[in-house]
């Protein structure tokens, strides 16, 4: 049965995505499943033991005050190379990125899936636009998620109270709105709904907030340097599309925002096909993890 799914916010949840490698002591033998089990065993306390400090800082909580609600094989690769099912073959070291979501143990439920599925889809972004160094913003109504991704890591930064809400409150107090009458004429001013005149008033009004915002995120990011990044911005409010043909300031730099190309939905992560490849060895690092993080 499918668990519930719960997506929670990053100070709730600590979702961790990592690549780990196990060196072989016999590289000329072929791999079996006794190996793969070994080494998946190896991977989770080493994941575990390099992360649960953070993580229990993150959650306000000591070591021991934790539960795992998730724990998957996302990929394998061996020297090097990655390979859908590694049994059988032979090589010196075996790479395996897996994903973890751990929560304050009050807060475990049996059953329940919990996850920082800002974390997710930043992971789902990296995997669509390859290498190099990304920095994913997440936009909500109430707040800003802000990760650093790679193809093997995600790395979150910070979460701070900046969202669409905070338009919505300008455009109420500037043009005597009230809240529900703003949403709306905001709707319209983001799909291009409007009259010129309404969109030079709310521009000004939108593009005068949303440097706060990028003001926040700079010194979420501190000093990033001038070599070549880019930055997605992804909203769960729809966005003025102007927003993605803008240059924005960013300490001494400035900087331009994409627009995820994919729909970044962790239900299509969690069916992911591919990774049910994996979902022995899933149930085997869900097995040591609890080992490791007993719930309560």
């Known amino acids: 049965?499918?668990?519930?799914?719960?997506?929670?916010?990053?100070?709730?949840?600590?979702?961790?995505?990592?690549?780990?490698?196990?060196?072989?002591?016999?590289?000329?033998?072929?791999?079996?499943?006794?190996?793969?089990?070994?080494?998946?065993?190896?991977?989770?306390?080493?994941?575990?033991?390099?992360?649960?400090?953070?993580?229990?800082?993150?959650?306000?909580?000591?070591?021991?005050?934790?539960?795992?609600?998730?724990?998957?094989?996302?990929?394998?690769?061996?020297?090097?190379?990655?390979?859908?099912?590694?049994?059988?073959?032979t090589g010196k070291t075996l790479e395996i990125t897996l994903s973890i979501s751990i929560v304050k143990g009050g807060d475990y439920e049996e059953g329940k899936l919990i996850l920082d599925g800002g974390a997710v889809r930043g992971y789902m972004l990296a995997d669509e636009i390859g290498d190099g160094e990304h920095y994913y913003i997440e936009v909500s109504s109430e707040d800003t998620r802000v990760y650093k991704v790679s193809l093997d890591e995600v790395t979150y930064i910070n979460d701070f109270d900046w969202g669409v809400d905070k338009v919505y409150g300008v455009l109420e107090d500037e043009l005597l709105l009230d809240f529900d009458t703003a949403k709306g004429?905001?709707?319209?001013?983001?799909?291009?709904?409007?009259?010129?005149?309404?969109?030079?008033?709310?521009?000004?009004?939108?593009?005068?907030?949303?440097?706060?915002?990028?003001?926040?995120?700079?010194?979420?990011?501190?000093?990033?340097?001038?070599?070549?990044?880019?930055?997605?911005?992804?909203?769960?409010?729809?966005?003025?599309e102007n927003i993605y043909r803008k240059r924005f300031?960013?300490?001494?730099?400035?900087?331009?925002?994409?627009?995820?190309?994919?729909?970044?939905?962790v239900e299509i992560f969690l069916d992911d096909n591919i990774h049910g490849i994996y979902e022995d060895f899933n149930d085997l690092a869900i097995r040591r993890m609890k080992w490791l993080i007993p719930t309560k």
């Open 1 to 89: 049965m499918k668990k519930k799914f719960q997506d929670s916010n990053p100070k709730s949840v600590v979702t961790l995505f990592s690549s780990i490698s196990i060196n072989r002591d016999h590289p000329t033998k072929a791999l079996t499943i006794v190996d793969l089990e070994n080494s998946v065993s190896q991977a989770v306390w080493k994941f575990f033991d390099h992360c649960r400090s953070d993580a229990a800082e993150r959650l306000g909580t000591n070591e021991m005050d934790l539960a795992l609600t998730d724990a998957r094989i996302l990929g394998v690769k061996i020297d090097g190379h990655k390979v859908l099912n590694p049994n059988g073959f």
């Open 185 to 240: 004429v905001y709707a319209k001013y983001a799909r291009g709904d409007v009259s010129d005149h309404i969109k030079r008033r709310i521009d000004k009004h939108f593009y005068d907030n949303f440097s706060e915002m990028m003001d926040i995120l700079k010194e979420s990011l501190g000093n990033i340097g001038r070599g070549k990044k880019s930055f997605y911005l992804n909203s769960s409010i729809e966005l003025p």
């Open 249 to 265: 300031n960013l300490g001494n730099v400035k900087i331009g925002f994409s627009k995820p190309d994919k729909e970044l939905d």
